[in-house]
């Protein structure tokens, strides 16, 4: 007998989401009964608004929502996206503009699908969101890290991005507010990228997904608001998950050149089809209504964010830049590395998140799953309580 043929190499060569594999050793700590506190799952904790449960409730009552409905998304979700694009990133769009995805993750994944041919490169800031080093492989691209340390705010500049390109660069992804590090470009940083991006005939792959979550005042500027030039080059993302406390709906959109858009609606039509009904006009509701629910969390993360800055930083070792954006800090701690901790000799942040894990019952994610060793992600989309019980616990460790 001959041995059975081989599994594709494209996709035996994807890791595990490498939050998810954290998430879940939390989560199975926590079924075995011990009291983890789990700072490593990018969700918020809060109910969907009502006004969203509402509208869903009453889509089905309508049998048309019980039908196929077309690939690139309902047309009072498209316009609701319209508004939001218009509202949010100051770009006037066309419904032909827009694609509804299953999830902000599909919209990333057909980006890169419309986007590259095998071999081209994309430069993608490092630390990045797991997810983007993949859906780039699977496209058949070739990521190009372009690394940005917590002296310089995690924030890439040009003069970086200039030294990575070569005859292959296809494409540059931005993200602000960064996940993982909740960052936020400045107008002017925003604008010098686009202006690059613009000269050299390069393609911005820019995703919005946190943008309406910021702090201090600061506002997140869409590429496409601060150079509009660069709109005919750019596919936006973005999706009601993060801001309206959706992640289990799936609904993401993606925006951008009407010739892309109808390639990515080509695409989604032998992938998915159209989005669930009842999550699309859930979606509707909440980008279209009132706007008060997404505030108030937003106040919510902001007062988290403050504490967990506060408390991470009275641990010597550890520097906390302050994020400006999202629901992630992103500490330096290489001083805590190189050193013996509890017995165990400590080199790496993978390492310092084991024992942190095992010494704590603290869950949080490190660096390695973003980009270089040395740094802790701690998401602070959890109740006030577990989240000061979680900071006080690593104080303890660290003291
Ligand atoms: N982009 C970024 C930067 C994210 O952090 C996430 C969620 N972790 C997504 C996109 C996708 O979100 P979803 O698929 O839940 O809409």
């Known amino acids: 007998m001959t041995e059975r043929a081989p599994l594709s190499r494209k996709i035996s060569a994807i890791a595990e989401s490498a939050t998810l594999k954290v998430d879940a050793k939390a989560k199975a700590l926590k079924a075995e009964g011990r009291p983890v506190i789990s700072y490593a799952a990018g969700e918020p904790d809060f109910a969907t608004p009502a006004g969203a449960v509402d509208a869903a409730r009453e889509a089905l009552e309508n049998p048309a929502n019980f039908r196929y409905s077309p690939a690139a998304g309902l047309a009072d979700l498209k316009q609701a996206i319209v508004d939001k694009t218009r509202r949010d990133s100051g770009l006037e769009i066309a419904p032909n503009q827009v694609v509804v995805t299953n999830g902000?993750?599909?919209?990333?994944?057909?980006?890169?699908?419309?986007?590259?041919?095998?071999?081209?490169?994309?430069?993608?800031?490092?630390?990045?969101?797991?997810?983007?080093?993949?859906a780039i492989q699977l496209a058949d691209g070739?990521?190009?890290?372009?690394?940005?340390?917590a002296e310089q705010e995690y924030k890439v500049t040009v003069e970086q991005l200039e030294a990575a390109r070569t005859p292959r660069t296809k494409a540059v992804v931005f993200v602000s507010p960064s996940n993982p590090t909740g960052s936020v470009y400045t107008e002017e940083e925003t604008a010098a990228i686009a202006r690059w991006a613009l000269e050299h005939g390069v393609w911005i792959v820019?995703?919005?997904?946190?943008?309406?979550l910021t702090y201090d005042g600061v506002r997140a500027v869409s590429v496409v608001e601060a150079v509009p030039e660069v709109a005919g080059q750019t596919i936006l993302l973005n999706g009601?998950?993060?801001?309206?406390?959706?992640?289990?709906?799936?609904?993401g959109w993606m925006v951008g050149p009407a010739d892309a858009m109808k390639m990515a609606a080509?695409?989604?039509s032998h992938l998915t089809s159209n989005v669930n009904n009842i999550a699309q006009k859930?979606?509707?509701?909440?980008?279209?209504?009132?706007?008060?629910?997404?505030?108030?969390?937003?106040?919510?993360?902001?007062?988290?964010?403050?504490?967990?800055?506060e408390e991470l930083s009275k641990i010597d070792g550890v520097t906390v830049p302050v994020p400006q954006g999202a629901f992630y800090v992103y500490p330096d701690v290489s001083g805590l590395l190189g050193r013996e901790w509890r017995g165990r000799?400590?080199?790496?942040?993978?390492?310092?998140?084991?024992?942190?894990?095992?010494?704590?019952e603290v869950a949080v994610v490190p660096g390695e799953a973003f980009g270089p060793s040395g740094y802790l992600?701690?998401?602070?989309?959890?109740?006030d309580d577990q989240l000061l019980e979680g900071v006080r616990r690593l104080q303890a460790l660290f003291a």
């Open 377 to 383: 992600r701690l998401s602070y989309a959890l109740a």
């Open 266 to 268: 080509n695409l989604q």
């Open 345 to 360: 000799r400590i080199e790496t942040s993978l390492e310092l998140a084991d024992l942190i894990l095992d010494e704590a």
């Open 104 to 134: 902000g993750k599909q919209a990333v994944y057909q980006a890169f699908q419309v986007l590259l041919n095998p071999g081209e490169e994309v430069l993608l800031p490092a630390p990045y969101w797991t997810t983007y080093p993949e």
């Open 240 to 251: 009601v998950a993060k801001t309206y406390a959706m992640t289990g709906w799936r609904v």
């Open 206 to 212: 820019t995703d919005e997904i946190y943008q309406n």
């Open 142 to 149: 070739t990521p190009v890290a372009v690394f940005a340390g």
């Open 282 to 309: 859930a979606a509707v509701a909440a980008l279209a209504g009132p706007q008060d629910d997404a505030e108030a969390f937003r106040q919510a993360f902001d007062r988290r964010r403050r504490t967990m800055v």
